[in-house]
């Protein structure tokens, strides 16, 4: 079965530090790796994913994530965070790349201070 | 096209009433999700069809809760005798899979905000 943790409930980091969100995740077989930003009130939308290839992804709005496969971790990075930044992340697993259902972590909540 | 649709956003409902929601996807998406997002949790799978056909259920689906998705285009979620528990988010999303179209991530609707009181 999959699973994904996100072992901190929230993260706060001051404007323009740069903030780490972490995600690790149990999957058999290749992980197919996903992160997601909601804002109040709003459906999930699209950061990154990791299918195969570079561990180091890119994504948008600037975040970007690494895939650790030794560590089985997929933390969500951004070099310098924005005021704008603070909502709720999510990280989840599919089994496949042809979208069987998506398991999500519990959220993290991102607050950035100005 | 303005992404996936959902209505209403917000729906406050007595105890033991019946309850449905609709979704519009991305028109030329094939598969259509509902999940289901409970406060300070993440969203958690319902079902999901690949056109007009339901493909996947979840156990979370009990049989007070029915999809639909009669001609492969919107979709609806009726839950009948509503309970308390069932007051959540209900997300909607859609992807276009094919055999030379991997998955590259869901579009997911607003959601619709459910009450039971």
């Not at chain 2, 209900?90 to 179209?101: H, K, T």
Request: some cysteine; proline content about 6%.
């Amino acid at each position: 079965a999959q699973s994904v943790a996100q072992p901190e409930d929230q993260v706060n980091v001051a404007e323009g530090n740069p903030l780490t969100v972490k995600c690790t995740y149990s999957v058999s077989g290749n992980p197919y790796l996903f992160w997601y930003v909601q804002y109040p009130n709003r459906g999930l939308q699209f950061l990154l994913k990791y299918i195969t290839g570079d561990n180091l992804v890119k994504g948008s709005y600037g975040f970007e994530a690494e895939f650790n496969k030794s560590q089985t971790s997929f933390h969500l990075k951004k070099p310098s965070a924005l005021v704008s930044d603070s909502a709720l992340y999510f990280c989840a697993v599919s089994p496949d790349n042809y979208g069987q259902n998506f398991v999500f972590g519990p959220g993290t909540r991102l607050s950035v201070l100005p | 096209d303005t992404g996936v649709s959902q209505n209403p956003r917000h729906k406050i409902t007595k105890r033991g009433q019946n309850v449905t929601f609709r979704c519009d996807p991305i028109s030329e998406h094939n598969r259509l999700y509902w999940y289901r997002q409970t406060l300070g949790q993440g969203p958690e799978f319902l079902t999901y069809f690949q056109n007009e056909a339901q493909l996947e259920k979840s156990r979370l689906l009990s049989d007070r809760f029915s999809a639909e998705r009669p001609k492969g285009s919107f979709s609806t979620l009726e839950i009948q005798r509503t309970e308390q528990g069932d007051s959540a988010m209900y997300l909607c999303a859609s992807s276009l899979v094919g055999e030379r179209r991997p998955l590259y991530g869901y579009t997911f609707g607003s959601g619709t905000r459910l009450t039971v009181v």
